[in-house]
């Protein structure tokens, strides 16, 4: 059980295209995918730097946790992500060594990925999601 590397640093945004003319246009970073995530009231853009991505993130819906989060803050970074090895098992040690989870088990992300987060006020103000790779 450990955590492999960064995968990505998500940034919520209220409008995909303007940002995609920054990230993409100007920046020049690839676009590896954009999907619907509909379990997360969002839609995602993935753009590669080097073994790591930046993940674009605009809510669906006006009642999700991402679009709660962009009302009251605005657009910004919204949390970084680790891939780990075994999430269930990072989930449980975790949770016993009293870390406070906003999932206890794992659910399903981005990509068909299982993803679960940790609740900011157990990791200095961070939202941090952990996934698996299937």
């Not at 803050?73 to 970084?80: A, F, L």
Request: aromatic share 4%; charged share 25%; proline share 3%.
């Amino acid at each position: 059980m450990a955590v492999k590397r960064i995968d990505h640093i998500a940034v919520v945004v209220d409008n995909i295209d303007t940002s995609l003319a920054f990230w993409r246009d100007a920046l020049g970073m690839d676009m590896t995918h954009l999907e619907e995530v509909k379990e997360q009231e969002s839609i995602v853009a993935f753009l590669l730097t080097g073994g790591s991505e930046v993940e674009l993130v605009k809510p669906t819906t006006e009642t999700s946790g991402v679009a709660k989060y962009l009302a009251k803050r605005g657009p910004g970074m919204h949390h970084i992500c680790l891939e780990v090895d075994n999430l269930a098992e990072m989930l449980a040690d975790m949770k016993a060594k009293g870390v406070k989870l906003i999932n206890e088990t794992p659910t399903i992300g981005a990509g068909g990925k299982k993803i679960a987060f940790i609740h900011p006020s157990s990791a200095n103000g961070v939202l941090v999601e952990l996934y698996q790779n299937a």
